[in-house]
């Protein structure tokens, strides 16, 4: 076809190649010929000029040559507005930047296919790009030299402060208060459309008799009311994790030269930024005063202090209730012990000898054992154990004590009886 045909001329010599003035002209200027270009009626009825196809294949030919695609497709977006072609409806121009919407899906480098196969993606680059630059062509080509601009650098800034507003989206939403964090959900659009203009609104001078728009330098000079609004003031900074930072442009400014240099209080961080529009007046509530901000920052920094040290009073309180637990011993019910408590009260012990004597300085520890029993019997009595020697009873079931039974010793060829208890009244007997 003619795309094909026209990318396929390109032969790489030098006095082949383009710059992006010639190419971005080429694409918005009607080609000078005598007799090629036809006159169509529009629905309007009025006539117009319309490009021919040998301008068509000169427009791919130039991109081509030219070499960068994201480079033309840069400038065209940057020039489809500054053309002066004849578009009462705005038909033509919502036609050209669908074209280069479209074209612009083709640079990301997110899809599939750029990320897989780098080949195929530039080779759909250089087919689509150069189409959408000779549908621009066919769309808004004028006949008298185009006022065009070559420079991309308004798109770089652009991206810049879009990368810096999304920095400071986060930045908020990283200093908000855990509570107030679980509740913003929707991502940055969320933010910057609901959460920032309604935090803003709340941090407002406000009206009325809790309005703080006094510029006083103290606390003490504000009524009541005020004062209330002060705090809640100072608990909103605290939940959105801002504050006021005082802002010094230093003597720029020519009124404020005689007294001193000019200084502002501002939010940090500057979320107010995401608000502000350009050309647009600010009809919205009152601004608190710079006097006033320094001491809600003041308010807000002694908060966090006080914030801090209630945390650090709750973790010490916590790790002293936890050591309190494992020294104490938990209680063990009676049913389920292994045995019958004892009910009868634990029995004193002696109170050890202090004497000089040579018991007491033996460093071989004979009576390490028995101490260590005394202790184990005392902490048992604490608890309702009873840990005096108990009586053994006979394994047979029969109740009587171990001591009392006699065994005998089957061998074979001595006694044929069966092994059985013997108790000694029965010998006796």
């Not at 750029?114 to 530039?122: D, I, P, T, V």
């Not at 040579?358 to 390490?368: C, I, P, T």
């Amino acid at each position: 076809s003619t795309l094909i045909n026209a990318l396929d001329k390109s032969t790489g010599l030098k006095d082949m190649q383009g710059d992006v003035a010639g190419t971005v002209a080429t694409v918005f200027r009607k080609k000078k010929s005598s007799g090629k270009n036809k006159r169509q009626k529009t629905a309007t009825g009025a006539s117009s000029l319309v490009a021919s196809d040998n301008a068509v294949d000169f427009v791919l030919e130039s991109v081509n040559h030219f070499g960068d695609n994201s480079k033309t497709l840069d400038c065209l977006f940057m020039n489809v507005n500054r053309v002066s072609y004849v578009d009462p409806t705005l038909d033509r121009c919502s036609v050209a930047f669908e074209w280069l919407s479209e074209a612009d899906t083709f640079r990301s480098h997110k899809s599939n296919v750029a990320m897989n196969n780098s080949a195929e993606h530039h080779s759909m680059q250089k087919f689509y790009i150069p189409t959408a630059a000779a549908a621009i062509h066919v769309l808004c080509c004028v006949e008298t030299k185009p006022d065009l601009t070559f420079s991309t650098r308004p798109l770089s800034d652009m991206n810049y402060q879009n990368q810096a507003n999304v920095s400071l989206v986060q930045r908020f939403v990283e200093g908000l208060a855990p509570r107030a964090r679980s509740g913003v959900g929707g991502g940055t659009n969320n933010v910057v459309a609901d959460v920032i203009p309604y935090s803003l609104w709340l941090l407002s001078a406000g009206d009325g008799k809790h309005s703080l728009s006094k510029p006083v330098s103290s606390v003490e000079m504000l009524s009541v009311e005020e004062k209330v609004a002060f705090s809640a003031h100072v608990a909103t900074l605290r939940a959105l994790g801002l504050t006021y930072i005082k802002e010094d442009f230093g003597f720029n400014n020519a009124r404020n030269f005689d007294n001193g240099p000019n200084e502002n209080v501002r939010l940090e961080p500057e979320i107010d930024k995401l608000v502000k529009f350009e050309g647009i007046d600010n009809t919205g509530r009152k601004q608190v005063p710079a006097l006033l901000k320094e001491l809600l920052a003041h308010g807000a920094t002694v908060a966090a202090l006080r914030e801090r040290e209630l945390e650090a009073k709750e973790a010490q309180d916590a790790s002293e209730k936890v050591a309190f637990k494992k020294d104490v011993p938990k209680e063990v019910s009676p049913s389920k012990l292994p045995f019958k408590a004892s009910t009868t009260p634990a029995k004193s012990l002696p109170k050890p000898k202090t004497g000089n004597n040579s018991a007491a300085k033996n460093f071989l520890g004979k009576r390490a054992a028995k101490a260590k029993e005394a202790k184990s019997a005392k902490r048992a009595a604490r608890v309702g154990f009873d840990r005096s020697k108990k009586t053994k009873f006979a394994n047979t079931g029969s109740g009587v004590e171990l001591a009392k039974v006699i065994r005998f010793k089957y061998q074979k060829g001595f006694s044929q009886a069966v092994r059985a208890p013997c108790p000694l009244e029965d010998l006796i007997n």
